[in-house]
């Protein structure tokens, strides 16, 4: 190795772009985040995997500071992540959120629900705003539908649009939970396709999901998690096919049998 070529393995959290470090959060008596170390490097996609129940959700709203943490660090980009007020809103628009639910404002057209983070926000002109949601919408395939309502669009297309309307605040790092599982399955492929664009585009992302061919196709790394614990950590081919510790074989086993 040279003296210019970057340490394979991130040692230090200033080569992260989201790394969090000894995280532990409790419900009551309940330790549902246990002793998290997790460094996602710029570019990468991480596909988070396990039972329900698992702690993958508080991770992820942990990341975006939808929840508190009780003890270690959360930082994105170098920052640890900010308590309250203005440097809170301007972290959430940072880290763009996908739920398994769209969580679009009905009483919004599409182009409305997209514009107003960025008018809101970012406080970009309506007409910048516009012109950026409708090239987003185009890119995830409904520009089209831009004047209609959410009701008026089927579940995969309310997701595109929730997609479109998380990357118009220029976010620098994806999260996903469960995004295709309120799905149809005939619409799982179409919001899938678009996941996998965007990160073949060099997005960072973080990925709740059990969908195979999405982690395989996509995915730079799979992480198990279960009862709050990374328990297992690899690159997707090795996890499905030797996956290492009992929970992960006996999840693998559940979830392949269907
Ligand atoms: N607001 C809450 N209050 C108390 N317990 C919660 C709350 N949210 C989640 N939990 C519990 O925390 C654990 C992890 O939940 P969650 O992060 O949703 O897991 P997953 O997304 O992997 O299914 C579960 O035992 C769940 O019941
Ligand atoms: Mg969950």
Redesign the pocket.
């Given at each position: 190795m040279t003296a210019t070529e970057p340490a394979s393995a991130p040692t230090s959290s200033g080569q992260g772009l989201v790394v969090l470090s000894d995280v532990n959060k409790w419900?009551g008596e309940?330790n549902?985040l246990k002793d998290i170390d997790l460094t996602v490097r710029k570019g990468e996609v991480i596909v988070v995997i396990?039972p329900?129940?698992?702690?993958?959700?508080?991770l992820c709203r942990a990341i975006n500071r939808l929840e508190t943490i009780d003890r270690g660090t959360i930082t994105l980009d170098g920052q640890p992540l900010p308590q309250e007020g203005k440097a809170l809103a301007a972290l959430r628009a940072e880290v763009g959120m996908v739920f398994q639910s769209f969580n679009l404002f009905a009483h919004k057209t599409i182009l409305e629900n997209v514009t107003l983070g960025p008018i809101k926000v970012r406080k970009k002109g309506k007409a910048e705003a516009e012109t950026r949601a409708k090239e987003l919408l185009d890119r995830v395939g409904v520009g089209h539908q831009a004047a209609k309502y959410p009701a008026q669009l089927s579940g995969g297309q309310q997701q595109r649009v929730a997609i479109a309307r998380a990357l118009a605040m220029d976010p620098k790092v994806m999260l996903f939970d469960e995004p295709t599982s309120a799905l149809d399955p005939e619409m799982i492929k179409e919001v899938l396709d678009v996941m996998v664009d965007l990160a073949k585009q060099g997005m960072t992302m973080i990925v709740v999901t059990h969908e195979m061919g999405f982690a395989r196709t996509a995915a730079d790394r799979v992480v198990f998690?279960a009862d709050g614990q990374i328990v297992e950590e690899n690159s997707p081919e090795e996890f499905f096919t030797n996956p290492q510790t009992d929970r992960a074989k006996d999840f693998l086993s559940k979830i392949l049998k269907h």
């Amino acid at each position: 190795m040279t003296a210019t070529e970057p340490a394979s393995a991130p040692t230090s959290s200033g080569q992260g772009l989201v790394v969090l470090s000894d995280v532990n959060k409790w419900y009551g008596e309940l330790n549902v985040l246990k002793d998290i170390d997790l460094t996602v490097r710029k570019g990468e996609v991480i596909v988070v995997i396990g039972p329900s129940g698992a702690g993958k959700s508080t991770l992820c709203r942990a990341i975006n500071r939808l929840e508190t943490i009780d003890r270690g660090t959360i930082t994105l980009d170098g920052q640890p992540l900010p308590q309250e007020g203005k440097a809170l809103a301007a972290l959430r628009a940072e880290v763009g959120m996908v739920f398994q639910s769209f969580n679009l404002f009905a009483h919004k057209t599409i182009l409305e629900n997209v514009t107003l983070g960025p008018i809101k926000v970012r406080k970009k002109g309506k007409a910048e705003a516009e012109t950026r949601a409708k090239e987003l919408l185009d890119r995830v395939g409904v520009g089209h539908q831009a004047a209609k309502y959410p009701a008026q669009l089927s579940g995969g297309q309310q997701q595109r649009v929730a997609i479109a309307r998380a990357l118009a605040m220029d976010p620098k790092v994806m999260l996903f939970d469960e995004p295709t599982s309120a799905l149809d399955p005939e619409m799982i492929k179409e919001v899938l396709d678009v996941m996998v664009d965007l990160a073949k585009q060099g997005m960072t992302m973080i990925v709740v999901t059990h969908e195979m061919g999405f982690a395989r196709t996509a995915a730079d790394r799979v992480v198990f998690m279960a009862d709050g614990q990374i328990v297992e950590e690899n690159s997707p081919e090795e996890f499905f096919t030797n996956p290492q510790t009992d929970r992960a074989k006996d999840f693998l086993s559940k979830i392949l049998k269907h």
